[in-house]
């Protein structure tokens, strides 16, 4: 999905977003199931242009979600900051 914004809240700024989402399924073990997201969301002003990027890895088993979450954020392609969580859930717990 991608969308362009345009606003006037504190000043003209324009934003951009992009999301993709990629599901996979195994037909014989349907516990077994991936889900790979990714996105990413621009908002370009007076000042430059700031780029949060984010990454989610959800796999399954019988047992549990395994999760991953990484964010990214930039300015004018400079690194700014980086952070990834990791957590397995309980099938039970959902």
């Known amino acids: ?3 362009e914004v345009y606003s ?4 003209p700024y324009k934003a951009r977003t992009y999301e993709k989402r990629t599901f996979t399924t195994n037909l014989t ?3 077994d199931t991936t889900l790979v997201a990714e ?3 621009r908002r370009t002003g ?3 242009e700031l780029v949060c990027k984010s990454g ?7 047992d549990y979600f395994h999760v991953e ?8 392609e400079t690194l700014l900051r ?9 099938r039970g717990f959902v």
């Not at 006037?8 to 000043?11: E, K, P, R, V």
């Not at 979450?69 to 004018?76: E, P």
């Not at 980086?82 to 309980?90: M, S, V």
């Open 29 to 31: 073990d349907p516990a």
């Open 8 to 11: 006037y809240m504190g000043g």
């Open 56 to 62: 989610m890895k959800i796999q399954s088993d019988v």
């Open 82 to 90: 980086t952070k990834t969580f990791k957590d397995k859930i309980p």
């Open 1 to 3: 999905m991608e969308r």
């Open 69 to 76: 979450v990484t964010r990214s954020l930039y300015r004018s």
């Open 46 to 48: 007076s000042k430059g």
């Open 39 to 41: 996105g990413e969301a």
